[in-house]
């Protein structure tokens, strides 16, 4: 703390504004407080520093792709790109790989089929991505798989404390560099793909490693190297997601349907959409959207003049197959009445939390106590809650915690429910204090 001459702390007085004059002016003889200077904007990464490199859709490229691959040295960058929004499913229609000594290479699988040669020529390569989850199902459809040790820089970026983690402010704030962004929505099934298009999935790719050292260089800083590593093994790992039940339940605007009636109806509408998809490789919002199908089932057309009065299908695709449409209303309306759908599909997990406090006011209380232990966490430690810990594994573990409820048999319980190691050797002591602070098992009470 500085002191003044008069003994005043001089912290505590701010300095006098200049005098203005009354037209807001600096009065003449004094300087006027200076703008703040704007940043300077970062580079644009705009070229790959080797050009674009050519398609690889032949054989014969595949071939030499594979030779090319195997002669690298170091981890493997990987991406894909969709067209979801356009196609049916979320397969990929452009791979892109770019390795030291290898350069980037754009492989088209949509020609190609299998790309297995790829995946063996890489071994046990290290692979890079950004968003591995969202790639790596349309990769392994095509036979691309890791066979070694996997890093996800946007997951790393979470785990740093990064505010912002897709790629273009990684790169912003990690290397100093801008990207792009502008064809990340495009059909990627055109063909022939533009040379725009093929110059920003090659973009895509071109700083990925230099961005896993420095990534892993601030992990390592941070003390969360190990964490990050369990993280990305766990994404390597992670088995295919299993089938949903009732996927017709998301469509857009479901809550708006009430009766168990009009919800068959969706059902069949959504139903016979995605035949009708499939069969086209059209993505099924084009094909009708979702609020088409909630339009109908509220409304509960029995002719085709009563559905193609309804405003969302005056369009000419839409009225086509009109007859089509009505009559999977029809097969909706003539559902058996003890086969119509639940009004909501059965949960095997705990009721939703807001109606905790009045059935279960201990794991209400438990809930609450867990919350604050993880928000604590996230604080200290600069991490967002999500990834301490599973928010339906947290809400499990408050709803029915083991028993005895002590530090063993919830690190075992947290374990069972995919915890990693670093979460629950990090969590489990104030979380088992807080939980057994906040209410003891209805069980364990009674007994």
Known sequence: MTASA?????????????????????????????????????????????????????????????????AGTGPVAVDAERASGYRYGQRAFLVQLRREGTGTLLVDPEALGDLSVLAAALGDAEWVLHAASQDLPCL???????????VDTELGARLAGFPRVGLAAVLQRLLGVDLAKEHSAVDWSTRPLPEPWLRYAALDVELLLP????????????????????????VRDAPPPAPRVDPWRRTSGLHAVRSRRQLAVVRELWEERER??????????????????????SAMPTTVAALTALPVFSGPAN???????????????????????????????????????????????????????????????????????????????????????????????????????WQVDLLVQPLASALAGAGAPAAAASG
């Not at 990534?215 to 990305?232: N, T, V, Y």
């Open 140 to 150: 392994a459809d095509v036979g691309l798989r890791p066979g070694g040790a996997l």
């Open 276 to 297: 009708l998809a499939r069969r086209r490789d059209v993505a099924p919002g084009r094909v009708l959207p979702d609020r088409a199908v909630v339009a109908a089932a």
């Open 319 to 421: 009225r086509r197959r009109a007859a089509q449409w009505l009559e999977a209303v029809h097969r909706g309306q003539a559902v058996p009445e003890d086969q119509l759908p639940r009004s909501a599909t059965p949960s095997t997990g705990p009721p939703p939390p807001r109606t905790w406090k009045d059935r279960e006011p201990a794991a209400a209380a438990r809930l609450a106590a867990a919350r604050d232990v993880l928000a604590a966490a996230a604080v200290e430690h600069d991490l967002p809650v999500e990834n301490l810990l599973l928010p339906d594994l947290l809400r499990r573990t408050c709803w029915e915690p083991p028993t005895p409820l002590d530090a063993t048999s919830l690190a075992d319980a947290l374990h069972a429910g995919g915890a990693r190691a």
């Open 6 to 70: 008069d003994g005043l702390d001089a912290t505590r007085a701010p300095a006098a504004a200049p005098e203005q004059t009354g037209d807001g002016s600096a009065a003449p003889g004094l300087t006027p407080p200076a703008a703040p200077e704007e940043p300077e904007p970062l580079p644009v990464l705009t070229e790959p520093a080797d050009g674009v490199p050519d398609v690889v859709d032949t054989p014969g490229a595949l071939a030499d792709a594979a030779r090319r691959l195997a």
């Open 211 to 234: 961005l896993r050292d420095a990534l892993l260089a601030e992990l390592d800083r941070q003390g969360k190297g190990e964490w990050a590593a369990q993280e990305f093994t766990a």
